[in-house]
């Protein structure tokens, strides 16, 4: 009985001290569709450096990514925009401390279909496309066609700088399609011809046309200068002063190989 005793014990803390390992050794992150790419190719760059690390990458939004992290299911809630300060105060009662780590920049791109002859639209114009007051390519000297309005969904820390930057509080249109992700949103831009949507920088491709907004195009140069209008940071969460290993692949990340990485993946450096 002495004998299966000890070895009950040794067992027992051979599990917890394995277990320790594994949590110091892996980290999970979950969010934003925008910032997505960046976490995932760091990640895999990280963990080449670092054989042993585990690193675990979803999205879901921004909302997610920080519903997550105040639930303590994840290390890094990504974000594509600041907390509010309703998720900031239900973290605060959940016993979560917020902490923005910016870890790069974006630009919200402004697409419509490869053949679409429209090359620049204002803030202005954009926003009464979205509000329903301007319904026809035909308006802005286009084909007559009815304009489709490509969203994101009301989970997206995209949507949530588009509604500030360009709707000002305002509602898009009731037959908007308010779409999961900013791959959606490309994909069906590129496959409507009438279509007009939104999307990080990341997410532009040949198949659609970027548009300049209030006649700049959006770039490295524009997004870091400020001159693009619809510039917005990138945020990895945590809960506290990043410390450990989040710390680490933070510190990756924001190291001048990361921020490589980060321009690789189609969004702008922090300088």
């Not at 277990?19 to 925008?34: C, R, Y």
């Amino acid at each position: 009985m002495k004998n299966f005793l000890k070895l009950l014990v040794v067992g027992l803390v051979v599990l917890t001290v394995t277990n320790l390992f594994a949590a110091k050794n892996s980290l999970t992150m979950a969010g934003s569709t925008t910032v997505l790419p960046i976490a995932q190719k760091c990640a895999e760059a990280f963990m080449d450096i670092n054989p042993k690390v585990n690193i675990s990458v979803r999205g879901g939004g921004s909302g997610v990514g920080i519903a997550s992290l105040t639930a303590k299911s994840v290390d890094i809630g990504l974000s594509s925009r600041p907390i509010k300060d309703k998720e900031l105060a239900t973290a605060k009662q959940k016993g979560v401390n917020a902490v923005a780590n910016i870890v790069a920049l974006d630009g919200l791109a402004i697409i419509v279909h490869a053949q679409n002859p429209l090359n620049e639209i204002t803030i202005k114009t954009l926003k009464d496309i979205y509000t329903g007051k301007i319904t026809n390519w035909k308006a802005l000297g286009g084909p007559d066609r009815e304009i489709v309005v490509v969203s994101r969904d009301v989970a997206s820390g995209t949507f949530e700088v588009f509604k500030e930057k360009v709707l000002g509080g305002d509602k898009t249109k009731d037959d908007a399609l308010m779409l999961a992700s900013n791959k959606a949103v490309a994909s069906t831009v590129q496959e409507t011809p009438g279509a007009i949507g939104y999307v990080g920088l990341g997410y532009l491709s040949e198949g659609v046309k970027a548009l300049k907004v209030e006649g700049v195009m959006p770039s490295n140069k524009t997004v870091q200068d400020g001159s693009y209008k619809l510039a917005r940071p990138l945020y990895f969460y945590t809960n506290g002063a990043p410390k450990g290993l989040a710390k680490e692949f933070i510190d990756f990340v924001l190291s001048s190989s990361g921020q490589k990485l980060v321009n690789e993946t189609g969004y702008v450096p922090l300088k």
